[in-house]
């Protein structure tokens, strides 16, 4: 049985007077019956992305109404069809998710429970709200817009098979709503992948931020129509068919004149016509014009001759409401009883100015009626009345969402009361996802305008209000939040100034940002609010791609951090920038994940600095993150980027804070060497990066690790055109770090295709910029090893020199990961046996990682060094523990040339085992828990009997399956460590 749902709760049509002057409209008619009937028949006969798009446009009172009402009833005859209908409103532009919540609220409103929590998944706290069907939330924590529309693409690719065949309908798009336009605009691209058809009308009336959404439309549409006027001949045959046989053709022809041969005016004006008993002969022709005047009601003095006085304010109630009308409210807002609006009601009827539905809401019998009587209503009258109909909204139970697009029109007045309903209304705005409403109640209240106590709060507001989609407009307000005569409390002043300065950051402005903080902590007395800031203050300046005093800064974080206990969020904060501070500078590894483990609560982010947290944005436990992935607690930090990918998506934070988050799981997984899946987070965060826009710092980070996983994945001509695509070449970001460093993936890449001249010269420059800053970290940018292999073929010495001082960096920093690979690159700028030293020594520092790949290359290096000083047995041995452990991360050039190698060792490469990555094997436990309880490799062998080579096989697998290096492993398993042991170790 077919169904049809849709805001006005409709189940039957009425007939409007433009339908019955479907005339001339054989072509657009024909393209509605057969995109209904082909949907239904391609599911029927099993089809799912069968989707199409049509589109009707044209000027008011072309019929495009008339058609939706046929597609509609098309709709409803096909046996198991779903018909989902909305319309703009005039009036309800500023009203968000206005048309989303008529399309779906009726169908998504009706699920039995056990579908409903199907259909919406995770998401019914992020869509629910914003399409009515609960309150927001009473935490009311601002929304991702782009959070909010992926909530809806999850929740209708989940219902609209469960209705299919779906047809959805939107009249007079033109005066939807920005959110719900947003969101159909990309619905329509991906609609052929659903059994949906989308049917659009519209005028040429959009505003120009909706455009572009058009633009987009209509590019995809599968069927366009423009509605063209009715010829002189159509008009005629309808004048005679309406007032018989013997109208004159000069009469005809002056119908046609005055209404420009649109169907609506035609039918209006033979109405009125009619109804004056006017015989439709030459003589009266000249009479029409007035009469057309009359029909599209262009004057006041028309609705009140033809309503009265009473009748007319009940129409205009209705005309303020738009295209939701409640009789109740209009008669509120009217100032009229139960028995007097249903006269109303009646009197509207009979004049066909409303219509009645099923569910006893009114509807305008056509738009261009309601926007001639909103058009009469004395400036005075229609201001009064839109603050009557605010309260009345509210005294109903309403919320301030539905109220507030009635505060905008009020007139200003200095109430204190507007100013509170307002800035309630933005935060329920903001609690939905949509800022742009928000900030146009604040914007609204500041003109009111607020007492100037509370002005500056009020500023504050509308200036936070665009954090997560306009950082431009965020710098504007806060910067003249802050001025001093605006008289912000000091604790605002000190939020305000870290809010500037996450805008400045995001826009890409980090030396602005850093230096705002500073400048208002200096003005701050001591105490958590300038503790703040000093600590915002060094967050920012670590992101700096230039910083004139780099070693300086550390010095004064590091003087201002050993002070600390880590016990409130801005110690902890300081503490984590110590860690990652000395991370940059190579200092101890150890010492860097020691101060990290002071900035959390037994492992984890504390309340106060949580990834969705506005006290200290994501910046902070990113800062942690990084710090426990450039120190080999991989399995940690996969822990914390996991916990973020959640809890941004929990929160709705699908745009550059979600991205980040898949930014941050590919670089550990490239780090473990999960080549494969790190490549799958890098690009899913590069689609969003793309989606907000072009040149962030953001799409800078994921362009250059994706680079880098590329080239371990042996593909450099892909690595190579992807830095191409997106300018990923100096000058870099103006003012961003990229993560890792961009200069030494830049220098990687040039060396990687070949061109050493360029990359000399590139990782020269780095390393002195790099030096200059105190940043020696040879994992976060290892330009030294890499310059030492660029500069070899030419200057071995030089090259050797690079490397050994490589070396030096890495054993400081101490990490295994950052030693063995150091040590790798070391050996390949060094020739005979201190080469395969060197590389023995290599793969047995990097099988106590977790970086797989780097081991795996390794142990293909030093096979390759065993073949070439004639060790065949003990080459094939390394070259085939290499070639497995490639093959397992993904590393498909370093499998291919461990083959070469096999083949001109005389050797077979074996058949390639596939490994469950994160589960041990009965003897790798065996060898791991022996590890953990402290006993050396030589011990666990002898007490296994095992061959020494074996055991650093599986203690290399142990690492690498775990995430971490000897110290977390004991943490990673669950086991206990040797320090919670009592009796012998032996």
């Known amino acids: 049985m077919s169904a049809d749902q849709n805001g006005q709760g409709e189940k039957e049509y009425v007939t409007s007077p433009a339908e019955e002057t479907l005339r001339e409209r054989d072509t657009e008619l024909h393209t509605a019956d057969e995109a209904v009937a082909r949907l239904c028949r391609k599911f029927a006969a099993g089809g799912t992305e069968i989707g199409e798009v049509l589109c009707y446009s044209g000027p008011g009172g072309m019929g495009k109404t008339s058609l939706l009402h046929r597609v509609r009833r098309l709709g409803k005859l096909q046996p198991g ?381 509308l200036g936070c209000s665009a954090l997560l989609t306009d950082p431009a407009a965020t710098v504007n307000q806060l910067t003249v939040a802050l001025e001093p005569e605006n008289g912000l409390s000091p604790a605002l002043r000190v939020d305000a100034t870290f809010r500037l300065s996450e805008a400045l950051a995001h826009a890409g402005q980090l030396t602005r940002a850093a230096a705002v903080c500073h400048e208002e902590a200096q003005r701050t007395p001591q105490g958590p609010g300038r503790l703040r800031l000093e600590a915002a203050h060094f967050m920012w300046a670590a992101f700096q791609r230039d910083e004139d005093d780099a070693v300086g800064r550390s010095r004064r974080l590091e003087d201002l951090a050993t002070s600390l206990t880590g016990r409130d969020s801005a110690e902890r904060a300081l503490v984590a920038m110590q860690a990652w501070d000395l991370t940059l500078r190579g200092g101890s590894a150890a010492r860097a994940v020691e101060l990290a483990d002071r900035a959390l609560v037994d492992g984890r982010l504390p309340a106060e600095l949580r990834w969705t947290g506005t006290t200290w944005g994501f910046e902070l436990p990113a800062l942690i993150g990084l710090t426990l992935t450039y120190t080999d607690e991989l399995i940690r930090a996969e822990r914390l980027f996991s916990d973020a990918i959640m809890e941004f998506e929990v929160a709705g934070w699908s745009g550059a804070h979600r991205g980040f988050a898949y930014f941050l799981m590919g670089l550990v997984r490239f780090r473990r060497g999960f080549l494969l899946e790190a490549e799958d987070f890098l690009r899913r965060g590069l689609r969003i990066s793309e989606r907000i826009a072009p040149d962030l710092p953001l799409q800078w980070d994921i362009v250059g690790v994706l680079a ?191 083959r070469r190698e096999l083949a001109v060792s005389g050797l077979r490469p074996n058949r390639l085992r596939t490994l469950t990555k994160d589960a041990l094997s009965q003897h790798e436990w065996e060898v791991a828990e022996l590890a953990v309880r402290g006993l050396p490799p030589q011990r666990i062998a002898d007490h296994l009997d095992l061959p020494l080579s074996l055991v650093h096989r599986r203690l290399a697998a142990v690492h690498r399956k775990a995430g971490t290096g000897p110290e977390g492993l004991a943490a990673a398993l669950g086991l206990p460590d040797k320090d919670s042991r009592t009796g012998d170790d032996g």
């Open 81 to 461: 069809c779903t018909v989902l209908f909305a319309r703009g409103g005039e009036r309800q532009r500023n009203e968000p998710f206005r048309v989303l919540r008529q399309l779906l609220q009726p169908v998504l409103g009706s699920l039995p429970e056990e579908e409903k929590q199907e259909v919406f998944g995770n998401w019914y706290g992020i869509v629910g709200p914003a399409i009515g069907l609960v309150p927001p939330s009473d935490e009311l924590e601002p929304l991702d817009p782009q959070g909010v529309r992926d909530g809806l693409d999850f929740v209708f690719t989940q219902l609209a098979p469960r209705r299919a065949p779906l047809v959805m309908v939107v009249d007079d798009l033109h005066w939807a709503d920005q959110e719900s336009l947003s969101w159909l605009a990309a619905f329509a691209v991906r609609s052929r992948e659903l059994p949906v058809l989308l049917v659009l009308a519209y005028r040429d009336e959009f505003d120009h931020k909706a455009l572009p959404l058009r633009h987009q439309i209509e590019s995809i549409a599968q069927h366009r129509h423009e509605l063209r006027r009715l010829t002189p001949d159509t008009v005629a045959d309808l004048v005679r068919a309406e007032l018989g046989p013997h109208a004159e053709d000069a009469f005809c022809r002056q119908v046609w004149a005055v209404t420009g041969g649109t169907p609506y005016e035609v039918v209006a004006l033979l109405r009125e016509v009619r109804d004056q008993a006017l015989e439709p002969s030459e003589e009266n022709a000249r009479r029409l014009h007035d009469l057309a005047a009359a029909a599209r009601g262009e004057t006041l003095q028309h609705w009140l001759d033809k309503l009265g006085p009473t009748t007319l304010r009940f129409a205009w109630a209705a005309a303020l409401l738009g295209t939701d009308i409640r009789q109740t409210l209009a008669a509120a807002i009217s100032a009229q009883g139960p028995d007097q609006a249903e006269e109303s009601v009646r009197q509207l009827r009979r004049q066909r100015v409303l219509t009645s539905q099923p569910n006893g809401r009114l509807e305008f019998v056509h738009p261009l009626i309601g926007t001639s009587i909103y058009l009469t209503m004395p400036a005075a009258t229609k201001t009064a009345m839109h603050g009557i109909a605010a309260t009345a909204i509210e005294n109903a139970g309403g919320t301030m969402l539905a109220a507030s697009r009635h505060l905008l029109e009020v007139l200003p007045e200095g109430d204190d009361a507007i100013v509170r309903k307002l800035r309630k209304a933005a935060q329920e705005h903001l609690a939905i996802g949509a800022p742009d409403a928000a900030k146009r109640c604040l914007e609204r209240a500041l003109n009111e305008p607020p007492d100037e106590e509370i002005r500056a709060e009020v500023m504050y507001e």
């Open 708 to 898: 880098d996983t590329l080239l371990a994945r042996g593909r450099v001509q892909e690595a190579w055109e992807l830095a191409e695509q997106y300018r990923f070449a100096p000058p870099y970001h103006e003012t961003a770090m990229v993560l890792p460093d961009a200069p030494t993936l830049y220098g990687k890449l040039l060396l990687a295709r070949g061109d050493r001249a360029r990359a000399v010269e590139v990782l020269t420059e780095v390393g002195r910029q790099l030096d200059a800053r105190g940043r020696y970290n040879t994992v976060w940018a290892p330009w030294a090893g890499h310059l030492a292999l660029a500069l070899a073929p030419d200057d071995p010495e030089e090259a050797r020199k690079h490397a050994q001082d490589a070396v030096d960096r890495a054993r400081t920093f101490g990490s295994a990961s950052a030693v063995g690979a150091a040590l790798r690159l070391q050996a390949a700028v060094t020739d005979g046996p201190v080469a395969v030293e060197l590389l023995e020594e290599a793969v047995a520092v990097l099988g106590q990682s977790p970086a797989g790949h780097e081991h795996a290359h390794a142990l293909v290096d030093l096979g390759a060094a065993l073949r070439r000083s004639g060790r065949l047995v003990d080459a094939g041995e390394y070259l085939y523990q290499g070639m497995e452990l490639a093959q397992q991360c993904g590393a498909d050039g370093l499998v291919a040339r461990a």
